[in-house]
């Protein structure tokens, strides 16, 4: 596990507090998203389908600077859109430095390579950039010739001026799990403090709605993924939720643990679904009915959906809430190479994982010039 000393002792302060005051209910990261405005259009993502006049909006810094307080959370995720097209982004970064919160700074990294000098290295901060496999996967999924190259120059550069740097990686249905372990082995080898991913989620906005994993596939595609693992890789996650997606462990969606605040306001009930808004955080909390969410509750939305920001507070929580918890998470952290030879068959007849599957768009928009805007 590449996560610093510092930060899980922070969270398992946070969550040893909560836990002593009888809180059973409370946030581990707010999904911070100052603008939906992008330099990409995604076929699997449902944030750059708004109207242009909502594309323009953004949040300021003293409104999200507020939103973190409200929440009282450790860590702060900033998605987007792309968050390095607010104009105020620094500053929002500096801000949340300022007040010891953890930044995941989410990223294309399209930009990152030319503002990159505005930022100084901290703790706090880790640009998390988005990549999805090696480079022909990646830029079929961000539906952008060159999105590979673009990204991984700015990874170099974060990585030489001494960032934290994550690569954060979605797969969809029809990935070969031979081509993740050998992208595993190329983002490893830039110096990247380690790996975040997920499965895909089924935005309902997202024009591409084919190749969104359901359960068994998730858990079939990682476990081949996962098992008999290099120690050369390292993951920026809680071993347990790896071990989730592998299939070694059932947990419940815990969807107030990334609570979302974007400029409609805090998103019900989580980041990925959009019932409704709330004007405070305390509303949020108090008016959702959490019982209707996740897979226990049976609704259809929440069927397949494996995603970190609604599992992995699951895990957390379990690793740093219990003695049981935390061995297992230390057991898992210390012991992970998970021989399995049924998972090494699977890397052998990997063409049963790669359906006949279409290009997310007609072609990879080669006539989108990088650095457009949907706006």
């Known amino acids: 596990m590449a996560v610093p000393i510092s930060q899980m002792w922070t969270v398992a302060s946070y969550i040893v507090g909560k836990r002593l005051k009888g809180e059973k209910r409370y946030p581990l990261v707010l999904m911070l998203e100052p603008l939906f405005r992008c330099n990409l259009a995604c076929a699997g993502c449902g944030k750059v389908q ?41 500053e929002i970064v500096n801000g949340l430095i300022a007040r010891k919160k953890y930044i995941y700074l989410c990223t294309n990294a399209l930009e990152l390579k030319k503002r990159i000098h505005e930022f100084t290295p901290s703790k706090y901060l880790t640009f998390s950039v988005h990549l999805d496999g090696e480079r022909e996967h990646h830029d079929m999924s961000v539906c952008r010739e060159g999105g590979w190259d673009l990204a991984v120059e700015g990874i170099k550069e974060a990585v030489k001026r001494g960032f934290r740097v994550t ?28 790996i975040v991913l997920s499965p895909g989620y089924s935005y309902d906005k997202a024009p591409d709605q084919q190749h969104f994993l359901g359960r068994a596939k998730s858990r079939r595609l990682f476990r081949a993924i996962l098992s008999n693992r290099k120690k050369s890789w390292k993951f920026n996650m809680s071993p347990l939720f790896l071990e989730f997606l592998m299939g070694k462990r059932n947990y419940e969606c815990t969807p107030w643990g990334s609570p979302a605040y974007n400029i409609f306001g805090w998103q019900k009930p989580c980041y990925l679904l959009q019932d409704g808004y709330a004007d405070s955080f305390k509303e949020l909390m108090e008016t959702t009915e959490w019982e209707n969410y996740g897979a226990a509750s049976g609704n259809p939305k929440c069927a397949n959906c494996m995603v970190s920001c609604g599992y992995e507070p699951t895990a957390v929580t379990h690793g740093f809430g219990s003695l049981a918890g935390f061995f297992a998470m230390a057991k898992a952290a210390l012991f992970s190479t998970y021989s399995d030879k049924e998972a090494l068959a699977l890397l052998d007849n990997h063409s049963s994982f790669v359906a006949e599957r279409e290009h997310l768009v007609t072609t990879i928009a080669p006539a989108a010039k990088l650095g457009e805007t949907n706006a």
Do not use: W
């Not at 690569?167 to 380690?194: A, H, I, K, Q």
């Open 167 to 194: 690569p954060n990686s979605t797969f969809f249905d029809g990935t070969d799990p031979n081509m993740v372990r050998e992208y595993f082995d190329t983002v490893m080898s830039l110096g990247v403090e380690g």
């Open 50 to 90: 708004y109207p242009p006049h909502i594309l323009k909006k953004q949040l300021t810094p003293e409104e999200c600077f507020a939103a973190v307080e409200e929440a009282g959370v450790p860590m702060v995720s900033i998605p987007g859109g792309e968050p390095l097209l607010h104009d105020r982004i620094v």
